[in-house]
């Protein structure tokens, strides 16, 4: 896609915005059956077939709307039409928009060609799709489109990884990816091998992995600005690649979507990209614990205690509640190594935020106001909605063992995303700006792209916009 600064006399293809109130000032300026089919409603298209050429009407709603449901009209309209889009000059029109509305509609439309696998084969990826729009300058267009097509190339690599299969994604393949990202975005890489764990004591890291017919990955990827003084973003993202749940063996019914358990991962992954390709002025040290939790006469067993990274017995009671053990030494490991400024954790951690939110919004856990905060405000200009949750410590009562200093549930059957936030809490070194993001909802889900439930993406704008604004 190219974006150019300038209206020629003729198009064959045009993309005509309204809203509500726009089409009701403007209608008359068109054949009049028009109004019979269009009225400027949200994701409302009307395809005027003309000799000339094609034009898409395209509706947006009451003029109110926020500036993420223009990305999701464009959306929309980009997955619904895209096998009719032909690659030629493009005049867009939509005099009412600002710089930032006519970003979000670009990304809109990128985003609205994933499919899985994702290749970049669709008219809007092609150098001759041009889009001409006249009251933006060219330095501002092509700012416009770096940002979009870098969020598109994050936020589409986050929902390919959480969309393959469970054998296109064993450790190794994943962990290879990582590695060769690192070199095409200069990141640093480090992973620990199954004896450097050991040596290093990420006890409760390599209890969940035991069990794996594949090597540890504990590994940790770093984004380096050359700004002075820059902030130091600490991300943790759980990555189980695959959740047979371990001996707590899981119901098999909907087994097949703990492919997307490392929707925390891959939010971390996108962000990278983003942030990478966008230059910014921050660092950000990324910790992504890589595993499967599978089964085997190696695997952990319910009753085992197990020393953490930060010398913390903590006693098993289900081999399901893996990924607070993967994200325990995550955290310590990072807290304890590294000078951050902020530290965030995202995992699809536990079914019960999705009892408690379905697909609307996140979890959201934190010891920092200002932290909490940031990220509802942040949640909502993106619609990667997150609400807050307590983390009093009457909760920490119900992770207290007999036999080690924690257990790693309640065994109560409540509030079981409480109690793993609270659970997570012990192993932040009392880093003063901690938020843990409960995303099991709202990662995997139902997309207009796909027919089951699929990668939403969600994590990806989320954290890229907080980093790029946190200074």
């Known amino acids: 896609m190219k974006l150019i600064n300038k209206r020629n006399k003729q198009y064959t293809q045009v993309f005509h915005l309204f809203t509500e109130e726009e089409w009701t000032k403007t209608s008359k300026n068109f054949n009049k059956n ?7 409603k949200k994701n409302e298209v009307f395809i005027n077939a003309h000799e000339e050429g094609i034009t898409y009407f395209i509706g947006l709603g009451k003029s109110t709307l926020a500036d993420f449901e223009i990305q999701q009209v464009a959306n929309k309209f980009s997955q619904t039409q895209k096998k009719n889009i032909r690659t030629v000059p493009t005049l867009f029109l939509a005099d009412f928009f600002n710089e930032k509305q006519f970003e979000e509609f670009i990304k809109g439309l ?8 994702f290749d970049k084969s669709h008219p809007f990826w092609n150098s001759k799709f041009e889009i001409h729009v006249e009251n933006l300058s060219p330095k501002k267009l092509d700012a416009i489109l770096q940002r979009s097509e870098a969020l598109c190339n994050g936020q589409t690599a986050c929902q390919d990884w959480l969309n393959k299969p469970a054998n296109l994604k064993k450790p190794d393949i994943f962990n290879a990816y990582l590695k060769n990202l690192a070199k095409k975005y200069q990141l640093k890489y480090t992973a620990f091998n199954r004896k450097k764990c050991e040596e290093l004591g990420l006890g409760a890291y390599l209890a969940v992995n035991q069990g794996s017919a594949y090597d540890a990955a504990f590994t940790i990827l770093e984004y380096t600005t050359t700004v002075k003084k820059a902030k130091t973003i600490g ?20 087994m097949h979507y703990m492919k997307s358990d490392m929707g925390g991962a891959t ?16 660092n950000i040290i990324a910790v992504l614990p890589i595993t499967d939790n599978a ?38 490991y990072l807290t304890k190594n590294y000078k951050t400024d902020i530290v965030i954790d995202l995992a699809t951690l536990t079914g019960s935020a999705v009892r408690m939110f379905g697909d609307t919004c996140g979890a959201l856990f934190s010891n920092n106001e200002e932290l909490k905060n940031l990220l509802i405000k942040t949640g909502d200009a993106t619609n990667q909605r997150l609400w807050n949750l307590p983390l009093w410590d009457v909760w920490k009562d119900d992770i207290q063992s007999d036999v080690a200093d924690l257990k790693n549930i309640s065994m109560k059957p409540i509030g079981d995303c409480i109690i793993a936030a609270k659970f997570l809490e012990q192993f932040i070194e009392n880093h003063p700006k901690w938020a843990h993001l409960d995303i099991a909802g709202v990662a995997f889900g139902n997309t207009n792209y796909s027919k089951e439930k699929a990668a939403t993406g969600y994590g990806v704008q989320l954290l890229s916009h907080l980093i790029e604004n946190y200074h």
């Not at 990128?110 to 696998?117: K, Q, R």
């Open 267 to 282: 939010a971390v992954l996108g962000t990278l990209i983003y942030a990478s390709e966008m230059n910014l002025p921050v």
């Open 110 to 117: 990128l985003l609205g060609t994933y499919h899985y696998p």
């Open 295 to 332: 089964i085997s006469e190696s695997a952990y067993l319910p009753s085992d205690v197990i020393t953490a990274y930060n010398g913390k017995t903590i006693e098993v009671l289900d081999t399901d509640a893996e990924g607070r053990m993967t994200l325990a030494d995550g955290l310590s």
């Open 235 to 254: 991300l943790v993202g759980k990555c189980v690649l695959f959740d047979t749940g371990g001996i707590s063996l899981k119901n098999p019914t909907n």
């Open 34 to 40: 028009i109004s019979t089919f269009f009225t400027g």
